[in-house]
Structures are given as C-alpha cells and as structure tokens.
C-alpha cells in the first residue's frame, strides 16, 4: 500500500541554522511521482518541487535543497540558513497512478511543523 | 487569473444542517479534487473528478456527495453535517497530462460543525 511517514512532527530552531526535513514513502510502482508542499501560517499550501522516480539528482533551489534516494525511499528537504519566514508546516506526498485510472491522486504525509524563531 | 477558487472561507453548521462548498478553477483544468485536514493527519482524499460529469470516491467519503456539472467548478455537498466533518476543506486542480502531475490548491475552507 502507498504510504508517506514524516516522522518529525515538529521542529524548532534558531534563525541560520540549517534543517533537513524528513520524508520516507512506500509505493509499489516503479514509475511515481514525490512532492514538497509548505503551509505557511495563513493556512494556503503552496508548491515547491516535483520530482518523478527516474530522476535521482539532487536538487537545489536557493536556500532550499531536496535528497531523493531510491535504494532508502526518502526525499528529504534541507533548508539551508533558516529564516523566521521559512517557519510553517512542510508536507511530503506521493503520486502514483500514472495512466490516470484514478486520478493520479495524492497521498500525503503527515507533515512537519517547522518553527524557526529569530 | 484567479488559480483555484473556494466558497466560502468559514462556515459553521449546526448538526443535521446542510451545505455546499463550491471550488472553482479558470486554468481549464481537467482533474478536481477535495480533501480535508486534520490535526497530525495530513490531508486526506474525499472525492476526486476527472472531467465534467465524472466523479469518483477517494480514502474518506462517507457524510460527502460532489458534483461537477461544468468543468470549471467542483461542489463538495454535505447532506447531514456531523461534528467529526469539522475541517479544513481543500480544494486541488491539475491538467490531465502527463506531466503535468502537480496539483494546485485553493486556500480552504474552515468548517466548524457543533
């Protein structure tokens, strides 16, 4: 069965340190897609990177940096030199479906809230 | 261009009382959907729609019927509200390509059922 765990529930650190995000998922295809959201305090989600299972390379995005490793299912976000604007809660979700049969639905994580005080 | 759309921001219910929550996209989006979130749970699927006409049940769909008479816009319906729909409802929209995976959310509705 699909499954997302974000197994940090909450974190809080001090502005400019650094904090990765932790996302470990479980699919049976072999052709998926993984997902970060943030939910900023006013409640909206916002996008921030999509990454599909044949592409491994690492990205980077300003401060924010993605990990995806196959051989341990995960897709961490790293934030590098956290801001107090980067304080909300990040989630981690899950597409598989790609013939769109089912709408190529999303699972989600739990997510992690994230507080970065100045 | 407006993105994703939902009607209204807040509500609250009285048990038994009915309502409908309308999302509305102008980017001719072919996929709908709405899920709702809850405290440590992330965001849950209730009903999902490929095109006009169609719809489709998702993870949690008891208490909820959807309608999407018209392309643009996908109505979540609560027939008999109860307090455990106490939610924030969202609403998702995406092309129906692929790749063009990513969903975009409206910005919710906040539901308080008593």
């Known amino acids: 069965a699909q499954k997302v765990t974000q197994a940090q529930t909450e974190i809080s650190v001090v502005e400019k340190e650094d904090v990765t995000l932790d996302c470990v998922y479980e699919?049976?295809?072999?052709?998926?897609?993984l997902f970060w959201y943030k939910q900023p305090p006013s409640g909206e989600l916002v996008f921030l990177i999509r990454?599909?299972?044949?592409?491994?390379q690492n990205e980077i995005s300003g401060r924010y940096s993605w990990n995806f490793q196959k051989s341990t299912s995960s897709f961490n976000f790293t934030i590098t030199a956290s801001q107090v604007v980067d304080s909300a809660v990040y989630f981690c979700?899950?597409?598989?479906?790609?013939?769109?049969?089912?709408?190529?639905?999303?699972?989600f994580g739990q997510g992690t809230e994230l507080s970065v005080k100045p | 261009n407006a993105g994703v759309t939902q009607t209204p921001k807040f509500r609250v219910l009285k048990t038994g009382q009915s309502m409908t929550l309308l999302c509305a996209q102008d980017?001719?989006?072919?996929?709908m959907y709405w899920y709702r979130q809850d405290p440590g749970m992330g965001l849950r699927l209730i009903h999902y729609?490929?095109?006009?006409?169609?719809?489709a049940k998702g993870e949690v769909p008891d208490g909820y019927n959807v309608s999407r008479l018209k392309k643009q816009n996908f109505l979540l319906g609560l027939e008999s509200a109860a307090p455990s729909q106490t939610s924030v409802y969202f609403c998702?929209?995406?092309?129906?390509?692929?790749?063009?995976?990513?969903?975009?959310f409206g910005p919710g509705t906040r539901l308080l059922v008593l």
């Open positions: 998702a929209s995406r092309p129906g390509l692929a790749g063009a995976e990513t969903q975009y």
């Open positions: 979700a899950l597409s598989e479906d790609l013939n769109y049969n089912q709408g190529g639905k999303l699972i």
């Open positions: 729609s490929v095109g006009e006409g169609t719809t």
């Open positions: 990454r599909n299972s044949f592409d491994e």
């Open positions: 699919t049976r295809d072999t052709t998926y897609y």
């Open positions: 980017m001719n989006h072919e996929y």
